[in-house]
């Protein structure tokens, strides 16, 4: 039976699984995104994220707590003054996976994963989505409500003319 036995061990030892994580999780503090395969950032993100919400609060229990993980006093400091300013208000969900395909050496699914709010790209796409409509037509009342406003006024300047 397999009871309790929830991760992915990753084909690795227990110590060599601990270290290539934490090696994955710095470059991810560090450099914002990281290729890698997907079974990979799956088990990054189960990782990583509790660390990110760790450094929501800046004391120095949590900056051991963050460095017994890390061991890497550069991307502590990158994480406890840079990132969690900008993840301040988020409530969870602080990693993107993006699938980019496969390996074409073993076929491994192969995946970015990235600092949800360092994508700058994302970022202008949502604020230019949500300028656009909702489910239940709300942008669209919105249009139609300002469209009669507009239609009167072009007739009454055509009258003067």
């Not at 004391?59 to 890497?72: A, D, E, G, P």
């Not at 050496?105 to 989505?129: H, P, Q, R, S």
Request: net charge positive; with cysteine.
């Amino acid at each position: 039976m397999r009871h309790n036995k929830k991760f992915n061990h990753l084909g690795r030892k227990t110590a060599h699984r601990k270290s290539m994580l934490a090696n994955m999780a710095i470059s991810l503090i560090q450099h914002k995104r990281i290729a890698t395969t997907l079974a990979k950032a799956k088990a990054l993100r189960v990782y990583v994220e509790p660390l990110l919400t760790k450094s929501k609060e800046d004391t120095t229990n949590s900056r051991r707590v963050v460095f017994s993980y890390l061991q890497n006093k550069e991307a502590v400091t990158e994480l406890f003054q840079n990132i969690s300013q900008k993840i301040a208000n988020r409530p969870g969900g602080y990693t993107r996976i993006l699938r980019t395909g496969f390996r074409l050496g073993d076929n491994a699914e192969m995946c970015i994963i990235e600092l949800v709010d360092y994508n700058e790209n994302m970022l202008k796409e949502k604020t230019a989505k949500k300028a656009t409509r909702t489910r239940r037509g709300g942008a669209k009342k919105e249009a139609v409500a300002a469209a009669p406003e507009a239609a009167p006024a072009a007739p009454a300047e055509t009258a003067a003319e």
